[in-house]
């Protein structure tokens, strides 16, 4: 894990330092895994800085918990009791997201989403956090569901210092454009391909 | 995240749930971001199921610490405190690896390379782990210093039930034939391109 040198030095006025603590807007896409595993590694580093986590998971199951949710909502917890780290909240569409009225309500999935834009566009407006996680937020711009444009715009004009991942496949290309780091995770080969399912710590 | 459905039943005499439960050796590799992210990702799910977790990284220097590893060692030392989670253990070859009487000459990268497999091979064979990430331990087999089909072989032939994670850049063929789950994280954009160096929370 070296310290790679740039290898360009633009021209934008910018200290090295000032261009190095620029917020980052970075997304992870592609069919193969570890697109969500590597934001929450991300989360979980940010927390050690002692950041503001805020994760919004567009899933559809709320019944669908993940070990990282409990490890990073540990974690948040330590920091109340402690002050090691920083505070994390964790949002899950599922049944409705845990600020909504009409949770419980497992109906409209797009409403939901929607919905979660709407907050997360509120909040990242009042600089709630340091470190967003949108988990897969691709499906919902794909469905044309949320606005692609609308995303870039906002995610462009975003104050403060706030980092942002957005996991999902088929990231939209204006997303792409948009965004200070991409990767594509790519399936080289899965145990599913060789009759294996989904097992307990690797999947979930 | 929804649970796929195997392609294949494979004619193996297993049942289900006896493949599902196969012990995965799986590889994160390509030139792309989040290799090693998503493999302490996974360090972090199998904390939470109570695994006993060992990762050992292959990186040259010591002084190099990483926000995983104060947070995973943090969580080792929460289960030691309340038994939530399971026991975590972080070794770095940097100046010698923790367990060797030449700990703080950082000289021989090879040697120091060499004991490490050396090692892991004696703690595989004693099943002291339920999940080995082996970080960056690509580059010691590219530069010859390890023998690939020796790992091949080993792993091949591990007792009991050892999750085996291994990243880096340009995984032998060998390993990818051998490995269960193999993702290749591709850079599609990297902040570095337009002159932006690492920055804290982010790269490390």
């Known amino acids: ?35 969500s595993t590597a934001a929450f590694g991300l989360a979980l580093r940010g927390w050690n800085q002692g950041w ?7 899933v559809k199951s709320a019944k669908w918990r993940i070990g990282e ?16 780290g920083g505070p994390v909240e964790w949002h899950k569409m599922g049944s409705g997201w845990s600020w909504s009225r009409k949770q419980g309500e497992e109906g409209d ?16 407006a009042a600089a709630t956090y340091d470190l967003l996680v949108l988990d897969e937020f691709t499906y919902p711009m794909t469905w044309g569901w949320v606005d692609v444009d609308d995303v870039v715009t906002t995610l462009g004009n975003r104050p403060g210092h706030q980092h942002v991942v957005i996991t999902g496949r088929g990231a939209d290309p204006r997303l792409v454009e948009a965004a200070d780091l991409v990767t594509e995770m790519t399936k080289v080969k899965h145990p599913m391909d ?11």
Chains 1, 2 share one sequence.
């Open 194 to 204: 060789a009759g294996q399912k989904g097992q307990r710590g690797i999947e979930w």
């Open 109 to 124: 999935h797009q409403t939901a989403a929607v919905e979660g834009w709407q907050e997360i566009k509120r909040r990242l």
């Open 1 to 35: 894990m070296p310290q790679g040198q740039p290898i360009a030095v633009p021209d934008d006025g910018l200290t090295t330092r000032q261009r190095r603590n620029r917020p980052v807007l970075a997304v992870h896409t592609g069919d193969g895994k570890g697109k």
């Open 52 to 58: 503001r986590i805020g994760v919004f998971q567009f």
């Open 69 to 84: 949710q409990t490890v990073l909502e540990r974690l948040g917890r330590l920091h109340e009791e402690t002050g090691e």
